[in-house]
C-alpha cells in the first residue's frame, strides 16, 4: 500500500492499484521459484502495474515538453540537499510530493524512492532520457521552492 500511495494522489486510487497488483501477483505466484526474494518481486509486480495504470490514463493528460539542452538539465539538478526528511517526516514530504504535477511526481518517485535510472524511466513511461531529467528536475525544483515556504513559515511562528 505505500508503494500505490506514493504513485496517486488519494487512497482510493491507491487502494484499487493494489487489488490489480495483487491479482497480478497471485496469477504468477504459481510460476515462481521456491529461492525467490518475494519482497522484491512482487514490489516490482505492483510499480510495473502503476506504470502500467498510468500509461492507460496518459491519453487524458498534457504532454509536456522537455528541456531543449542537456546543459539546462545539469544546471537545474545540481545542488539538492536531501536533509528535509530529517527536519519534516516522511509522511510530510510525500503529501509535498502528491502535490507535484502527475508525470514530475512519477519520475521522481522512480527515480529518488525506487532507484530507477533515466533511461529505464524513459523505457516504462515512454519518454525520452532526457524529458525524465526534466521531470526530476523540475520535480526537485518545486519541492525545493515548497520546503524553503515550509522553512520560512516555521522561522516566522519561532520569532513571533
Known sequence: MPVCCRYHN???DARA???IGFMKILKNLEGTDENLNFVAWSKRIMVNTLI???????NY?????????????DLEADNVN??????????????????LPEV??????????????????????NMSEGTSKWHLSTARKILREKLEQIEIRTTRRLVI
Open 10 to 12: 488519494n487512497e482510493e
Open 17 to 19: 492499484s493494489l487489488n
Open 52 to 58: 502500467d495504470e498510468y500509461r492507460k490514463k496518459r
Open 61 to 73: 493528460q498534457s504532454r509536456v515538453s522537455g528541456k531543449e539542452t542537456e546543459r539546462e538539465l
Open 82 to 99: 536531501n536533509d528535509a526528511e530529517s527536519n519534516i517526516g516522511f509522511e510530510n514530504i510525500m503529501k509535498l510530493v502528491n502535490e
Open 104 to 125: 514530475s511526481a512519477k519520475v521522481f518517485n522512480l527515480y529518488v524512492i525506487d532507484g530507477y535510472n533515466h533511461k529505464e524511466i524513459g523505457d516504462m513511461l
